[in-house]
């Protein structure tokens, strides 16, 4: 018998464990395959849309349901052969199962959508991707438990935190892949413990490699509960004969019992603080607790899109906003007069200095400040910026900042998004404050495999 959604007084038409054909009409911005009951959405991993598989309802809530593919029907020709199922399963990849076109393509469509539910009419162009969209990420942190009695490295399962073990993530650089594989093993031979957040006991939290993707230099990273480190001494010596590239092992200490993986105290085991990468012609200093995109390659074709998007001119001003690390600001100050960089968070703005040094770029200035509150004070000050980066993260810009941006007045506006919702909400206020959008939307892929999508937008300040 159907439950009763008592809410709306609807029929709910399915139960838990019943087994359905269905017809995947859609996906959703999961990654979820949704079949259509009666009207009522069922939620299917590794699923897509045009199949028709058999199904088994796993879960009923009042307006919408979860069920799982027991067999597809009438496979889509987009789907994508897996050998290895970890990377769906875990959420790692969660559209390991379509084509790559296809996945550039519903990225577009996504970003399409938001706009036009936010009632903006713009031309999206084409997703910018990659030629080999795997092993792309310069980064990874791994939790370690203990499994069967050793110490294991893999990934949560999608939604839970029961580790599934796993030795290759398909989008990690396999430089970083071996790094995690080798210092795992080498731990267990050690016999040094994980940790357990059931009992808070054990060692290992996670393990986290880096590698610079132009340099090929390596940091391990090893985040630990406890201050003292066990057999530290044979770990390092260990991971230093099997890992020629290694520059830099680091012991990061969290001792919270919280989902925030790093703490605030490292200490440095072997070689160096930092690594380096090279991004555009400028090098980075990255630390363990450094904000670098962990995908360079495409981060060059988005930082290049929004320089072109900029329009700049030699006697430019320039603002960078969310300046992280500096690396837009460090990106197009050979092309300017003068940039000035804002970034909330204190320790980025000490390596974007660091970063300027480095790379002897004089005609930057980095303040570690709340970016609205800066640009009101900027704007107080008399500074005139001709034009604005902004880089926010996925919530997007705040009211303050859009009316300091309008008090400013910069001729020219580039926004760089990782979260498009939030993209299409500021462009409207934009809009409503006297910038016009130029030019179409510019999705890229930064995160192949995954449902993640960047785009750039360039504003300019309408004289009509």
């Known amino acids: 018998m159907a439950k009763i959604n008592r809410k709306h007084s609807v029929p709910v038409p399915v139960v838990k464990n019943e087994v359905l054909t269905a017809d995947i009409v859609d996906l959703t911005y999961q990654g979820m395959g ?13 699923a897509l849309p045009g199949e028709t598989v058999r199904l088994q309802v796993t879960k009923v809530l009042k307006n919408y349901g979860f069920a799982r593919v027991q067999e597809v029907l009438t496979p889509s020709p987009d ?95 396999e430089a970083v892949d071996e790094a995690v594989r080798l210092t795992r093993d080498l731990l267990r031979e050690l016999g040094v413990t994980a940790y357990d957040e059931v009992q808070n006991r054990g060692v290992v939290k996670h393990v986290m490699a880096r590698v610079g993707k132009a340099t090929g230099e390596l940091m391990i990273v090893l985040v630990t509960r406890t201050a003292a480190l066990p057999q530290q001494e044979a770990l390092v010596a260990g991971l230093a004969a099997r890992l020629p590239q290694l520059q830099s092992v680091i012991q990061n200490v969290n001792p919270n019992q919280s989902n925030v993986i790093m703490g605030q105290e490292n200490h440095l085991l072997y070689g160096k ?17 450094s904000f670098y995109q962990v995908n360079p390659s495409t981060t060059a074709s988005l930082y290049q899109l929004a320089k072109e998007k900029a329009d700049l001119q030699p006697s430019d001003t320039v603002i960078d906003a969310y300046c992280g690390i500096g690396t837009i600001a460090l990106t197009v100050a050979d092309d300017v007069a003068q940039v000035y960089g804002v970034e909330v968070v204190a320790a980025a703005i000490a390596d974007a200095k660091q970063n300027a040094v480095q790379n002897h770029v004089k005609n930057v200035d980095f303040v570690a400040a709340d970016a609205p509150e800066q640009m009101k004070a900027w704007a107080q000050a008399g500074l005139k910026a001709d034009v604005v980066f902004v880089d926010p993260p996925r919530k997007g810009v705040t009211q303050e900042f859009l009316t300091a941006v309008a008090a400013m007045g910069p001729q020219r506006l580039v926004y760089i998004s990782c979260n498009p919702a939030t993209l299409a909400r500021d ?33 300019e300040k309408d004289h009509s």
């Open 79 to 173: 789907r994508v052969p897996l050998t290895d199922r970890v990377a769906l399963t875990t959420g790692i990849a969660p559209l390991a199962n379509l084509a790559y076109p296809a996945q550039l393509a519903w990225k577009k469509r996504q970003v399409a959508e938001l706009f036009k539910k936010a009632q903006l009419s713009v031309e999206v162009a084409d997703t910018i991707g990659m030629a080999d969209p795997t092993h792309y990420r310069n980064k990874a942190q791994v939790p370690a438990r203990m499994v069967n009695g050793q110490l294991t490295t893999g990934f949560f399962r999608r939604g839970s935190h029961q580790l599934i073990p796993t030795d290759s993530f398909y989008i990690q650089d």
């Open 34 to 46: 949704v079949a259509k009951v009666a009207a009522f959405p069922l939620f299917v991993a590794d």
């Open 273 to 289: 603080e930092t690594i380096q990468d090279v991004l555009l012609g400028k090098t980075y200093l990255i630390g363990p607790n």
């Open 427 to 459: 462009a409207r206020a934009l809009q409503e404050l006297g910038y016009q959008i130029k030019g179409p939307v510019q999705p890229v892929d930064q995160f192949p495999q995954t449902t993640h999508v960047e785009a750039v937008l360039a504003f």
